[in-house]
């Protein structure tokens, strides 16, 4: 955007005020006299020769691989100072630094190239319309046509006066094309961005009634790769927390994704009170669903407004209610400016706390449906305990699924799912999985979520 900018906002001024006093001088000088005019242009003729030199699509092609090696630096040290605690930690810093000389040494060769077939040309330019250069053509030119009689001697001064401003456009020309190139490329990259279709949405929406959730048939797979997901049949009921179990890269956050429609499956359906979710208006979908993730994200606001992002018009008791029941009200209480303190300012979290926010605002929007990621950080026991509590708290009919990595929260849930390979290999109550040593008490006993800390808080349910 930054590249289209002074194109649009400042070229257009720029180009009518550098061109419209030489055109006007130009009309003048032509009716004093029209040779004494064309000599007066031969600067700007020779100006504009190399031109056609410059913009070829070798140039073009030259152009965009600077434009390239330029954003390669910046993704290097982006990458470096995202990714600096890993960097130290394992002293890679020498390596990491290395991608960087790297990229450096690859723009500085790019641009090089670039700038050396360009920099004969354009120094030849500015020499012809440089004051001096064209002093001297008028200078000779005039002085050949007074000593021929073909000009009066004081006619020669306006051409000394006025010549020097014929250039001006020339010279405005040249920023300017560099400002149209510049954005033309812009624009190229901005509608790569823009090309990717958006999930269509549908043209005669669907009502949802209610919050069952029903998957059938499902297949997924990432952008044309193997499916992730491969057959999967399963019913959500309103009012039951399901547990979805599974090793890690089963599918389970992939599913879970679906919910919120994030992506379409490639085949088969989900169903959401219903309603196909391709058939289901955005606004109402999210009015339906809300979702914790794995990767928590907290906007750069203050905690309150974090926790009302889906009901900004909720009052601050309500807030505090949703804070309560995700176990997190005593810590924000505990920050300098507590609801008021700002994310990234004066609210330094941890993956836990800011779990625990996320859960809130998940709360708070109170939506029919809640899909829960139980990330690793939610390993600590306070947000273990949050979790629980909110998922304890089906008040109404609210459909839950939980990807759990605990065993207390598998034992609570109301059906347990174990995904494996992207398929469901067993599902059921989780007591009577276990008694019938299926797969899921095969899963359980050998890398099944992890036992919590201490005694057991669970509902009894012990391999
Ligand atoms: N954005 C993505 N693009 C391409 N492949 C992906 C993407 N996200 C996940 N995958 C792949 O899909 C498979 C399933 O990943 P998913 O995140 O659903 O696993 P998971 O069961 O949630 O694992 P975990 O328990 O570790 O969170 C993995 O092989 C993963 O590499
Ligand atoms: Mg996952």
Redesign the pocket.
């Known amino acids: 955007m930054s590249a289209v900018h002074p194109f649009l906002a400042h070229a257009p001024g720029e180009l009518v005020s550098a061109f419209v006093v030489p055109l006007v001088s130009l009309a003048y000088l032509l009716g004093v006299d029209w040779r004494m005019t064309l000599i007066t242009l031969v600067p700007v003729a020779l100006a504009l020769a190399p031109v056609p030199l410059m913009a070829t699509p070798a140039r073009l092609r030259e152009q965009r691989e600077v434009d390239a090696a330029k954003g390669r630096i910046t993704g290097s040290v982006i990458e470096f100072v995202q990714g600096i605690s890993v960097v130290k930690a394992y002293g890679g810093a020498e390596r990491a630094h290395h991608r960087f000389l790297a990229a450096k040494d690859a723009f500085v060769a790019t641009f090089d190239r670039w700038v050396r077939g360009l920099s004969r040309p354009a120094a030849a330019v500015q020499l012809v319309l440089s004051p001096p250069f064209v002093l001297l053509v008028v200078l000779t030119g005039g002085a050949v046509l007074v000593t021929h009689g073909a000009l009066p001697p004081a006619d020669l001064l306006p051409f000394l006066l006025l010549g020097l401003g014929l250039t001006a456009p020339v010279a405005a020309l040249g920023h300017g094309f560099d400002d149209l190139s510049a954005a033309g490329r812009a624009v190229g990259r901005i509608r790569d961005v823009l090309s990717v279709p958006p999930l269509p949405e549908p043209g005669h929406p669907v009502p949802v009634r209610g919050g069952r959730v029903e998957l059938r048939g499902v297949h997924f797979g ?2 044309g ?1 193997h499916e ?1 997901l491969r057959g999967v049949d399963l019913v959500l009921e309103p009012g039951t927390v399901t547990a979805l179990v ?1 090793p ?7 599913l879970a994704r679906l919910l919120p429609r994030f992506s379409d499956p490639t085949r088969g359906a989900v169903l959401l009170g219903g309603a196909d979710l391709r058939r289901v208006a955005g606004p109402e979908l999210y009015r339906t669903v809300s979702c914790v993730f ?1 990767d928590v994200r907290l906007l750069r606001a203050s905690l309150a407004d974090n926790i009302a992002l889906a009901v900004p018009r909720a009052d601050h008791a309500a807030v505090v209610r949703a804070a309560r029941l995700a176990g997190v009200h005593d810590r924000i209480l505990r920050l300098p400016r507590g609801y008021a303190s700002v994310v990234g300012e004066d609210a330094g979290l941890s993956g836990g706390e800011a779990q625990r926010i996320a859960l809130a605002r998940a709360l708070l929007a109170d939506t029919p449906v809640l899909v829960l990621d139980e990330a690793t950080s939610f390993a600590d026991p306070e947000t273990e305990r949050a979790v629980r509590r909110a998922l304890a708290a089906r008040e109404g009919e609210r459909t839950v699924l939980v ?1 759990a990595h605990r065993r207390e929260t598998v034992a609570d849930a109301d059906v347990a799912v174990l995904l494996v390979d992207g398929v469901i290999a067993e599902q059921g109550r989780p007591a009577e999985l276990l008694a019938r040593g299926g797969a899921f008490a095969r899963f359980w006993e050998a890398h099944g979520p992890a036992p919590a800390d201490g005694a057991s808080t669970g509902r009894g349910v012990r391999p």
């Open positions: 990432y952008d790769g992730v599974g890690s890269g089963s599918g389970k956050s992939t794995q990807i």
